[in-house]
Nanobody, 125 residues
Framework: QVQLVESGGGLVQAGGSLRLSCAAS????????MGWFRQAPGKERAFVAA????????YYGTSLKGRFTISRENAKNTVALQMNSLKPEDTAVYYC??????????????????WGQGTQVTVSS
């Protein structure tokens, strides 16, 4: 089992930036892919980004590439999500998640086995 703790959420104006971070413990960090999801009120949890265990391969949700960047530091057991040019529709609770293998085998919630508690991101217009 992997324990995950997110940080870095908050309130930002449209056009601004935020950087989310997720600290992991419990397994060898490079042995599993990591992902970020988000869930807005009344909506299903949606895929944001994922990165393979080595960090070589990254994946993004529709229309997010170019504004969001996922990265990881295996030596520090952390994964980050840099979010730029934020829009009000980016408002949601953001969750980091640990994959089940070093590769990103899918981008659905079922492809990830452990979840953090979430951090709120609010973008005002």
């Amino acid at each position: 089992q992997v324990q995950l703790v997110e940080s870095g959420g908050g309130l930002v104006q449209a056009g601004g930036s935020l950087r989310l971070s997720c600290a992991a413990s419990g397994r060898i960090f490079s042995s599993y892919a990591m992902g970020w999801f988000r869930q807005a009120p009344g909506k299903e949890r949606a895929f944001v980004a994922a990165i393979s265990g080595s960090g070589r391969n990254t994946y993004y949700g529709t229309s997010l590439k170019g504004r969001f960047t996922i990265s990881r530091e295996n030596a520090k057991n952390t994964v980050a999500l840099q979010m730029n040019s934020l829009k009000p529709e980016d408002t949601a609770v953001y969750y980091c998640a640990a994959g089940l293998s070093p590769d990103v085998v899918g981008t659905g919630p079922r492809d990830f086995g452990s979840w953090g508690q979430g951090t709120q991101v609010t973008v005002s217009s």
